[in-house]
């Protein structure tokens, strides 16, 4: 299976440590938006896209590139990190899990963790989720990227 993830990684590479976990297994690429064209992710069977959370938003970089993706019947999935937990009822990662499905994409399934965020009301004290994502974190991107190979994941 010919893989691809699409990752912002602009902190503390929080989220290339994720992509890479995945990639692993995947034996996938591992590219930032500026180093792909919009017409990569039809090239491939499967593809992921990935960011740090930034006031409850994806990246904008990512964002940016998924509006510029041509539509497409792929397979993608939605992977994040964040310094603070999702809100139950209002996942960060729904309004890109929709872009893709708005672009024909059958997207089938997110993965978020925990990680070290600086962000300005934790910088005085030295930030929150210091090493994280850690090694747990990591075997769960893992065993998220498996579930993708065998077809285990809830669709998001």
């Known amino acids: 299976m010919k893989t691809l993830l699409v990752c912002t990684s ?3 590479g929080n989220t290339r440590r994720v992509a890479e976990a995945m990639a692993d297994v995947l034996d996938a ?4 938006p500026q180093e792909a064209a919009v017409a990569d992710p039809a090239g491939y069977d499967l593809v992921g896209f990935g960011s740090g959370v930034f006031s409850q938003r994806m990246h904008h970089d990512l964002l940016g590139f998924v509006r510029a993706v041509p539509a497409s019947p792929g397979r993608a ?3 994040a990190t964040s310094g603070l937990p999702q809100l139950p009822f ?3 990662t729904r309004p890109l899990v929709r872009l893709l499905r708005g672009k024909g994409f059958a997207v089938e399934g997110t993965f978020t963790c ?3 965020d600086t962000w300005a009301p934790f910088r005085p004290v030295g930030g929150t989720n210091k090493h994280r994502p850690n090694e747990d974190d990591l075997t769960a991107a893992r ?3 498996r579930g993708l190979t ?3 994941t809830t669709p998001a």
């Open 77 to 79: 999935f939605v992977f």
């Open 150 to 152: 065998n077809g285990s």
């Open 29 to 32: 690429r591992v590219v930032a």
């Open 90 to 92: 209002a996942p960060f």
């Open 114 to 116: 925990r990680a070290f």
């Open 143 to 145: 065993a998220f990227a």
């Open 10 to 12: 602009v902190s503390h």
